[in-house]
């Protein structure tokens, strides 16, 4: 079984940054792609960064504030994010494209969501 848990939500002044972290465990045998979402109150959930065998991209209102990494020897996507406004306010969800041992395909996984709040 494989989980997804995020970390590193929470409230924020216009300006101030966050790093989000998800990690990913269970039996794992590679992990294609882990990206982050976020879905605001009334909106649907929208990718904001992706990284894949070490290419990124983003979403053009995260391009130069936010930065996705990954330590693939822990299975962990971070997302440093930096000059936050209050529109960046939402739910932030860890999403992973994973193949487990003797399963010749990929599964998408999903985490369970952490909140982020951008106010003054």
Known sequence: QVQLVESGGGLVQPGGS?????????S???????????????QQRELVAGIT?????????????FTIS????????????????????????????????LVDRYRIYWGQGTQVTVSS
């Open 28 to 42: 794992i045998f590679r992990i294609a792609t882990m990206a982050w979402y976020r879905q605001a109150p009334g």
């Open 70 to 101: 990954m330590d693939n020897a822990k299975n962990t996507v971070y997302l440093q994010m930096n000059s936050l406004q209050p529109e960046d306010t939402g739910v932030y969800y860890c999403h992973a494209s994973i193949r487990v041992p």
């Open 53 to 65: 065998d070490g290419s990124t991209n983003y979403a053009d209102s995260a391009k130069g504030r």
């Open 18 to 26: 966050l790093r989000l972290s998800c990690a990913a465990s269970g």
